[in-house]
């Protein structure tokens, strides 16, 4: 799909990549419950940063089919990254609950970044051929624009968790435990329906 420069192919897929971010309501659920766990924009970033060094190598490894290329595999990782969000949601109500702060945390959201890679890597198959031209130039304009997708969405919900924050605590609990139950509940539905193609 893509021809000509370097250049040419790097814009064409950094606006690939936040188009992934912002259409896919998945990925976009998980960053919202990143971000409803993170105690301060320091530790927010961090997940962020470490969701993508997580999702790097694996977007990389599924585009040249380093990965099981069995039936079951694209709707197991789909499964996956829905539960993911109920698992990231959980997570997020029981720091907001003791309003703590945790670095592991870094670290599971690294190695959930890899489950997500996975996703990134099979729409991207999609659009580039592995034989394309400029191909590592797509690569990593595309994982570029995923993260400006991921902070576009931060700077859009980090302010309003703010503004929460400052209200009575109540009014952030309730907002809170809302959202990370409607994200929960919508997650659960995915699951339920991937899970179900595994096996088809």
């Given amino acids: 799909h893509v021809a000509g420069s370097a250049v040419a192919a790097a ?6 990549g936040v188009r992934h971010i912002l259409e896919g309501l998945d990925h976009v659920l998980f ?3 990143m971000i409803l766990g993170a105690a301060t924009l320091r530790s927010l970033i961090a997940r962020v940063t470490g969701f993508t060094l997580g999702h790097t190598v694996t977007l990389v490894l599924g585009f040249f089919g380093l990965a099981p290329r069995g039936a079951w595999f694209i709707p197991a990782v789909e499964t ?3 539960l993911s969000i109920i698992l990231a949601a959980v997570d997020a109500v029981a720091r907001s609950a003791n309003k703590r702060s945790n670095g592991s945390v ?3 959201t690294s190695l959930i970044g890899v489950l997500h890679g996975f996703g990134f890597s099979f729409m991207l198959q999609n659009i580039l051929k592995v034989d394309a031209p400029n191909v590592w130039q797509s690569l990593l304009a595309f994982n570029i624009g995923v993260e400006i997708g991921q902070l576009l969405v931060v700077a ?8 929460l924050r400052s209200r009575p605590a109540p009014v952030w609990r309730i907002a809170s435990l809302t959202t990370a139950a409607a994200a929960s509940a919508v997650a659960a ?3 339920i329906e991937r899970a179900g193609s595994i096996f088809a």
């Fill in 31 to 33: 960053v919202i419950c």
């Fill in 156 to 163: 859009a919900v980090w302010p309003l968790v703010l503004i």
């Fill in 11 to 16: 814009s064409t897929f950094v606006i690939e």
């Fill in 106 to 108: 870094v670290v599971v």
């Fill in 80 to 82: 996956l990254i829905a």
């Fill in 189 to 191: 539905s995915w699951a």
